[in-house]
C-alpha cells in the first residue's frame, strides 16, 4: 500500500475547523479514470459549504476540493485521451475523492488537457466556474457555445448578476464570444475588470435604482439572465427581464422566490451532472471547446490569488472564501512546484 498526504474532512459542522491532514492510501484508476499528480487546486464557496453543512458528501473521512490542475501519474485500461505525463485539469468526483490531496482521481471525461499558455494555478479556476457558466449560459436555455457556432446570438441582450465572480466572468467571456449583449452588475471597484472580459454594460448592484437601469438597457428583448450570487439577487435579476414575455433564469447559490409563470427558474449545480449522461457529456463537450478557446487567447482565466504552504494553506484559503475577504479573484492553492 502506497501512502500519501491528504487533508480529510473529519465531520460536518465547521467551514474550516475539521480538517486533519494526515496520510491516506494513494488511490488506483479505474478503467476510465486517471490519477494525477495535483499541482494547485482552486477554492470554491461550495468547499467550506460543503465542510459546514455536509451536502453532497457520501460519507466520512472524506477529500474535499473540486477543481484541480497536475500531471497524469497513471491512467485506467481503457483511457486512450491521456498519457503519463500529461498536464491537465479537471473536475473530481465530488464528494467522494476530491483534491485536497497529493494525488487525486478524475474521470476522463471530465479531465482536460491544460492548455500550454497558462498555470497550473490559472488551469485549476476552470472546471467549476467555467463550466457553471457553459450549463448556465448555453446548455439550459438551449443556446450553442462559442466553441461551436461563434457569434450566432448577435446583439441579443442577456444579464449577468455577478459579473465578478469566478463563474460570472467565464459568463462574460463566453456570452461575449457567442454575441451577446452583455449586461453585467458589478461593484464600481471591478466594473472595469468586469468590461475588460467582454460585458457591454456594467451595473453597479448596490444602486438602489439597479433593476430599472437594467430594464432601461435591455428593453422588451431581455429575457435570458443569470445568478451567480445568491437567491435575492436572482430574484431583482427576474424583475429585471421584459415584463410581459417569456422569461428564463438560470441560478447558481439559491432560487428567487414569487417568480412570475412566465419566468422559467433552472437551477444548476456542476455535481449533478455525474447522474445526468445528457448533461455530462455537454460539459465533457464544453471542457475542450473551452481548453482551445483559451489556447487560441478568446478566453482568459480567473484572476487568482494563490496560497502558498501546501496542504497546510487550504484552510487559510477556506477561511478566506467563509470570510468573504474574496473579490474578484479565484483563491488557489500551490501543492507541488514540481512533479
Known amino acids: ?10 465531520k460536518a459542522g465547521s467551514a474550516t475547523d475539521n480538517f486533519e491532514l494526515t496520510q491516506v492510501e494513494k488511490p488506483k484508476p479505474d478503467p476510465n479514470q486517471i490519477l494525477i499528480h495535483v499541482r494547485a ?24 476540493g473540486c477543481d484541480v490542475a497536475g500531471v497524469v501519474e497513471e491512467i485506467g485500461s481503457q483511457v486512450t485521451e491521456f498519457k503519463v505525463g500529461d498536464e491537465v485539469y479537471g473536475l473530481t ?30 488551469a485549476a479556476t476552470l472546471p467549476v466556474g467555467a463550466l457553471t457558466a457553459c450549463l448556465q449560459v448555453f446548455h439550459y436555455f438551449g443556446f450553442p457555445t462559442p466553441g461551436k457556432q ?25 456570452a461575449k464570444l457567442a454575441g451577446f449583449t452583455v449586461i453585467a452588475t458589478a461593484s464600481p ?44 439577487t436572482a430574484k431583482l435579476a427576474v424583475d429585471s427581464l421584459a415584463p410581459g414575455h417569456n422569461g428564463f433564469i438560470t441560478c447558481i447559490a439559491g432560487e428567487p422566490k414569487n417568480v ?8 444548476v449545480l456542476l455535481a449533478m451532472v455525474y447522474g445526468n449522461p445528457v448533461d455530462r457529456k455537454f ?33 487559510e484559503g477556506l477561511q478566506l472564501l467563509s470570510g468573504n475577504k474574496i473579490s474578484g479573484k479565484k483563491v488557489v492553492v500551490v501543492v507541488s512546484e514540481t512533479h
Not at 468526483?93 to 499558455?117: H, M, R, W
Request: aromatic residues 6%.
Open 1 to 10: 500500500m502506497t501512502l500519501q498526504r491528504a487533508l480529510i474532512l473529519t
Open 41 to 64: 487546486i482552486a477554492l470554491n464557496p461550495v468547499d467550506w459549504k460543503m465542510a459546514k453543512y455536509g451536502f453532497l458528501i457520501k460519507g466520512y473521512p472524506v477529500v474535499l
Open 93 to 122: 468526483s465530488i464528494g467522494v475523492c476530491g483534491g485536497f490531496q497529493e494525488y487525486t482521481i478524475l474521470a476522463s471525461d471530465l479531465a482536460s488537457k491544460k492548455p500550454s499558455n497558462i498555470t497550473f494555478e490559472q
Open 150 to 174: 461563434p457569434g450566432s446570438m448577435k446583439g441579443k441582450p442577456i444579464l449577468i448578476w455577478g459579473g465578478a465572480t469566478s463563474c460570472g466572468a467565464y459568463a462574460v467571456q463566453l
Open 189 to 232: 471597484a471591478s466594473a472595469d475588470y468586469v468590461k475588460s472580459l467582454g460585458a457591454h454594460h456594467v451595473v453597479d448592484y448596490r444602486d438602489k435604482d439597479v433593476v430599472e437601469k437594467i430594464k432601461a438597457i435591455g428593453g422588451d428583448n431581455l429575457t435570458h439572465a443569470i445568478d451567480c450570487v445568491s437567491a435575492e
Open 260 to 267: 412570475p409563470s412566465n419566468v422559467k427558474v433552472q437551477g
Open 283 to 315: 460539459v465533457s463537450d464544453a471542457q475542450r471547446e473551452l481548453s482551445q478557446l483559451i489556447q487560441d487567447g478568446k478566453v482568459a482565466t480567473n484572476i487568482v490569488q494563490k496560497v502558498d504552504g501546501g496542504l497546510n494553506g487550504v484552510k
